[in-house]
């Protein structure tokens, strides 16, 4: 059994969001240092995650391997979250996940995906878990070292995917999907339609799902807004946790994924603590 000791962090001191908004000028003080930073230390994380996946691979078979993997890139994680706290430009509340972050596999965590780094927010608290990720994302310096030494699943060939999703959830791994397939594109909000490979694997591997939701204050990262173009500040990200969804015997796997797609698109529709605000409307990003 994989143990799955919790070796990430709490990201928030306190249980409540701070809903005032820095005025411009402090912005601008926080949002520059934190955008230098996360060039700086993703580039150095990238070459360190590179070296040590090149020393360690000789030595360990591919599910240690990728475990060491796991703890590095989760760990990194950690530190670039905590980085980002410490600047002061974003407030993250992601207690509702304490009660989750040990539980054992087989496990399947799916997650809505509003903007690019709601998998480093969940992987830093998961640590030990594995992720289905873009096969394009694999053509990313600075993203495919750390991808490749965790033992990262690519979302195609989709056989491929599901065989290895698969392997993986036998050995009582814990595997991180975003049923959307890519971030949630505004004219499909809530959600973007389900890919099938969600329900197919739980149905596979007869485990459960958890659900977890993640929303933001402004579209930062998301769909249509440049990487340059600073939000409000702080970022503000609150983390939700759902029922656990299962399958169930009497369903195929086409009625499953719309079901799931339905109670994903309800939840993220009526629980978005910041619906309806100004700085999420398409206005905001031009």
Known sequence: MIATRNEGHRTSDAGQLDEDLYPKWLSYCVFIPAAVFTLVYWVTGAVILF???????????????????????????????????WLRVVKIDDTE???????????????NH???????????????????MKVELLNNLILRSGARFSGFVPNLPTLTMVRKATEHLD???????????????????????????????????QCPILPVFIFMNSR?????????????????VKVKVGEIQRFENNEGTHEFSN????????????????????????ESVK
Not at 53 to 61: G, V
Not at 116 to 125: G, S, T
């Open 114 to 132: 509003p903007s690019l780094w709601d998998a480093p927010l969940l992987i830093q608290r998961f640590i030990y878990v594995s992720c289905i």
């Open 220 to 236: 930062y990262m998301q769909k249509g807004w440049p990487i340059w173009k600073m939000p409000p500040c702080p970022i503000m």
């Open 51 to 85: 070296v040590t996946s090149l020393l360690t691979h000789p030595f360990l078979n591919p599910v240690k391997h990728a475990r060491l993997g796991n703890m590095f890139l989760g760990n990194l994680f950690v530190g670039f979250f905590k980085g980002l706290l």
């Open 171 to 205: 050995r009582k791994g814990r595997l991180l999907m975003f049923p959307e397939g890519t971030r949630t594109r505004p004219e499909n909000a809530p959600c973007n339609p389900f890919r099938h490979g969600l329900a197919l694997l739980a149905k596979n591997a």
């Open 259 to 282: 079901r799931l797609q339905g109670y994903f698109g309800s939840y993220v529709d009526t629980m978005d603590p910041w619906k309806g605000s100004a700085h999420k409307s398409d």
């Open 97 to 111: 996940l304490d009660p989750y972050v040990d539980m054992e596999g087989p496990l399947i965590i799916a997650s």
